[in-house]
């Protein structure tokens, strides 16, 4: 059965850190694990990706702060957020790619975690 189970969301003070998770089971052959957010009225947007050889992509507005890791053995990822601003707020998506065969490949989403940034 296919899952993703999201941690780690919450409030968090402008110039904290904040801490996301995702576990990832049922898949085979995972390519890229990533993080992609969406705040109220906006489009849901990139914030970092790795693929299994170790690269990354940030967004423009987090990098520096951001750091995206994965270890491969536990099919997990991790988004360490750092000198977090109100503009971070937003719901937080795990996103997963890969494939079952070079023909058929997936492209699945977690529920989606909360991160408010606010005094």
């Known amino acids: 059965q296919v899952q993703l189970a999201e941690s780690g969301g919450g409030l968090v003070q402008p110039g904290g850190s904040l801490r996301l998770s995702c576990v990832a089971s049922g898949m085979f052959h995972i390519v890229s694990m990533g993080w992609y957010r969406q705040a109220p009225g906006k489009q849901r947007e990139l914030v970092a990706t790795i693929n299994s050889g170790g690269g990354t992509d940030y967004a423009d507005s987090v990098k520096g702060r951001c750091r995206v890791s994965r270890e491969n053995a536990k099919n997990s990822v991790y988004l360490q957020m750092n000198e977090m601003k109100a503009e971070d707020t937003a719901t937080y998506y795990c996103?997963?790619?890969?494939?079952?065969?070079?023909?058929?490949?997936?492209?699945?989403w977690g529920q989606g975690t909360q991160v408010t940034v606010s005094s």
């Open positions: 996103n997963v790619r890969g494939y079952v065969d070079p023909t058929n490949w997936y492209d699945y």
